[in-house]
């Protein structure tokens, strides 16, 4: 059985990457999602608490922090233990990995997408990339909704410049679907990213990735 894909879902703040993943995970049979928050306990987020992978990542983190900087924890550590870990579990080798990040197309987010190419590569997983667009205003509507995280960015003026200055990364392959969300319910945009996956992943791969999904 081949490993599953890795689908990385990018987007400005607010428009929506993680209530997409989630409900593009309800229709695929067989899910995980690392959200780009997903700070708190990445292990638990990837592993069952009981299993040797869990303890193995847990302690890759734990071993790098003292609990009062643990909370100050710097992020690219966490991301490639998080991402070896994936890379390299056979627990979850048939489990499609949703990602959801945002890197803009600079230096650093260059370096930063790039690891999640490895370990993808490295488990040899498709890679699915996938851009969700809207508006501005519809970003700005989104970005204050009840919904949003207390931890996540509310402020609409730095979002808009975000967007003025900082373009996304683009990985410019096949495997890649730019798809404008404006006015579209979350359900639709997983609907049309399954769509998508249909006409990327190997056929003899279908069955795996999608089950009995229509």
Not at 5 to 30: D, M, Q, R
Not at 103 to 108: G, H, I, L, N, S
Request: aromatic content about 8%.
């Amino acid at each position: 059985m081949a490993p599953a894909p890795f689908v990385y879902i990018s987007g400005y703040p607010g428009v929506g990457k993680l209530t997409v993943a989630k409900e593009l995970s309800k229709l695929l049979p067989n899910a995980k999602i690392v959200d780009a928050h997903t700070i708190i306990d990445p292990a638990a987020n990837l592993h069952e608490r009981h299993t040797t992978e869990y303890a193995s990542l847990r302690n890759h983190i734990v071993s790098h922090f003292t609990p009062e900087v643990l909370q100050a924890v710097d992020t690219r550590i966490q991301r490639r233990g998080m991402l070896d870990s994936i890379a390299t579990s056979q627990s979850i080798k048939d489990v499609t990995m949703i990602f959801t990040d945002i890197q803009p197309a600079t230096d650093w987010g260059i370096a930063t997408v790039s690891e999640f190419l490895q370990a993808a590569k490295t488990r040899d997983s498709l890679f699915i990339s996938i851009i969700l667009e809207c508006t501005a205003e519809d970003n700005c509507y989104r970005l204050m909704t009840d919904g949003r995280g207390k931890n996540k960015l509310k402020d609409q003026e730095y979002l808009l410049e975000l967007r003025e200055c900082q373009p996304l990364y683009r990985f410019r392959i096949d495997e890649e679907l730019v798809l404008n969300t404006t006015n579209m319910a979350a359900y639709h945009a997983a609907r049309k990213i399954v769509d998508f996956m249909r006409t990327v992943v190997p056929k003899e791969e279908s069955d795996q990735v999608f089950g009995d999904l229509i």
